[in-house]
């Protein structure tokens, strides 16, 4: 910079000369002139004309001077310029240095720290590894650039405890550790391709395969315990930091040191239930899954509910591990947690060895029925082919260290560009809660991005998006689950992945298991709330309603999914669906059912509070209000109820019921051919009862009467079913002349029951469950016999 303004100085000077010499030049002509002309004229012009001259030189010399002061002036500044620099550069060096031999003392301390040799002769274990066919994880790109390093960011994890790291290389380090801060809070600058978030982990499996307890443990916390009923209902979310995860896979680091740090920031673990019901919640808590632990109980195998989770990971393609758990169940298992599941398993006696290989192999066996390949994870010849298996106890905490650093090895190679981070928000409500002090706040799983406070956010409501502003962002103590906790840390931003509580107002209405989105301008927060009514208007109309059935009302999207799936199963049909508090305009909806039967007018109110006029509402109305925290519970008091109207109503109905049957009669066993006719039957199809109405077809469809009593072997029945031959007292009903065998029908005319349009809606509305399938078909056999539409 300065040579270039010494060069531009000195041809600058070089023209000043030129044209002092110029003038010079013109100067001598012009005197030559006047000399030439003095002998004759002096001439005034001719003296304007020198005076000219001289002040153009005196000018030129002038500037020459001032030309001359300003280069020695930028000379003097490019000098002073490059001696800051200088220094600027030698503190810099000083500060990289500085932070290098903190983070190589922070590892040893740790014991993370590889030297270059040590790191050579790991890479020697592995290839030996490799030799004697023990799987080491293919390199990827991100393990290729060098050892990976954790970026202490310390300032930063204050602000998160899950928050994002870059690897680098420990011999790039070409940035110092504020600037990397920088890069990371400055949404512009962050360089996606290198940096990890934390993954987030869901837990699923057959109920009792022990998910909660292996949460627990992961968390070292006591969930189960607190859950109604004893199983999780809804969405909870733990922030493991990485100090964490570090001193739980202490016994495992040569795992993870195959890649020679860590370099995700801590887990986020979605708490995802795992019966068959919650079908959908735990879609909903797949679908923000990166990566699943399948829990598979090492007793009982593969269960229905293992079959069905593994169908929805590969759905889902989610990558997933399997923590082939309650190992401490072998006989005479020694436990160990402080030493990696694999030196545990060949320190046990040989007939718990014999134990573990039998049962393990059954379920080897179990999972190629399902399609896949699956290995113990030290054994693993292929983790791309291979489906990784961990054996654990999450009672005795054997293993638990393993799982995790699996967990770790493998976000840091299969998913590391699944879970780059990213600036775009992407964030998902999971629950709403009033908490007192703070008014309704909502629980938000922050997968990317940013959050502010002050920040414009934009949430799914029972009434239509909410816009508000947040006024607080807080988070959970470490390793809390955040609907365990009432210790939070407040924050000014948080930055994903994490769970964040936000308060905030007019959340009182907000809907859980949708987005959150955050905007800037007007324009933005239009678009996003068409954005989330249109979320919204698909998931309601995704459910399948009927024509007839019960209301439900749930507190979250996720709870009513699920009481939705349970009913499904139940096969209770559902009318309509509502989240929130009861209110009067949903008894109105309800009571429309009263039209239809009284046993769909009900609304089944999950979790959620009833208001006091919505509740006299449905006193006049006549329609039924159930209410209950526990979706078992709820349904069962619905079931109960509906039995009841059953029973009532079989009571009310029952001599109205006719059940279908196809009597032949055995002409040898007539005992009285006049009322009460008394003959020996074989039943051809269907089933007679006492009361059962019995007509001839063939002969007009006359009418015989009831079946008064039924006797086998000298014993009365009450009912007798196809294939029987029992003897049967028909009295007649009516005061016509008396129909008699022999004269009116005979041994060669079928016997068959009367029925009608209403005996048949009867029958399907009370007694379906007296009837077969084959019954079924008789009665469509008998309509067509006598003309019913
Ligand atoms: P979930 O329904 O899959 O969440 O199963 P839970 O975590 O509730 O566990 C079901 C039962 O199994 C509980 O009584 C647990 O104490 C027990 N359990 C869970 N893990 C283990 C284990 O590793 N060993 C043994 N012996 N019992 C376990």
Known sequence: MSNKNTKMSLSKATNVAEEINNIDTTEKKANDKISSKKKNVPNSKILNLIKEQQKARKDAELKADEEAKENQRLQEESDRKKQEELVLLKKKHEKKREAKKKRIQRQKQEGLYLTKEQREKHYRAQIQFESLGIHVPPRTNIQQSGIQKRILYNDFQKTNSTCITTPLTEDEDSSDENSDEENICNEDSVQTKDILRAPVICVLGHVDAGKTTILDNLRRTHVQDNEAGGITQQMGATNVPLDTIVERTKMSRKLISRQGDFMIPGLLIIDTPGHAIFQNLRSRGSSLCDLAILVVDIMNGLQAQTIESIRLLIDRQTPFIIALNKIDLLYGWKSNKEKDVESVLEEQDSFTQDHFEKRYDEIIVQFAKQGLNVALYYKNPNPNEYYSMVPTSARSGDGMGSLIAMIVETSQTNLAKHISYTNELQATVMEVKAIHGLGTTIDVALINGCLSVGDKIIVGGQEGPIVTQIRRLLIPESNQELRDTNQYENKDKVMGTCVVKIAARDLEKSLAGLPLFMARTHDEIDYFKNEIELILTTVLNS?????????????????????????????????????????RKDVLRASTQLENDIKWATILAFDVKIEKDAQDYAKTMGVKIFQNDEIYNLCSMYVAYQNQLIKENQEKYRHLAVFPCKLKILPQNIFNSRDPIICGVRIEDGFIKIGTPICVPSKDGIDLGRIASIEMNHKSLDIAR??????????????????????????????????????????KAYFRDEMQESDWRLIIELKKIFNIV
């Open 543 to 583: 459910f399948k309603l009927k024509d007839n059935g019960v209301y439900i009302q749930a507190s979250t999207l996720g709870s009513l999914e699920a009481f939705l799936e349970l009913l499904k199963i139940q096969k209770i049909p559902c009318s309509g669906v509502n989240i929130g508090p009861v209110h």
């Open 722 to 763: 196809k294939g029987s031959e029992v003897c049967i007292k028909i009295v007649s009903t009516t005061n016509d002349t008396a129909k008699m065998y022999g004269r009116h029908f005979d041994k060669d005319d079928i016997l068959m029951s009367k029925i009608s349009r209403e005996s048949i809606d009867i029958v």
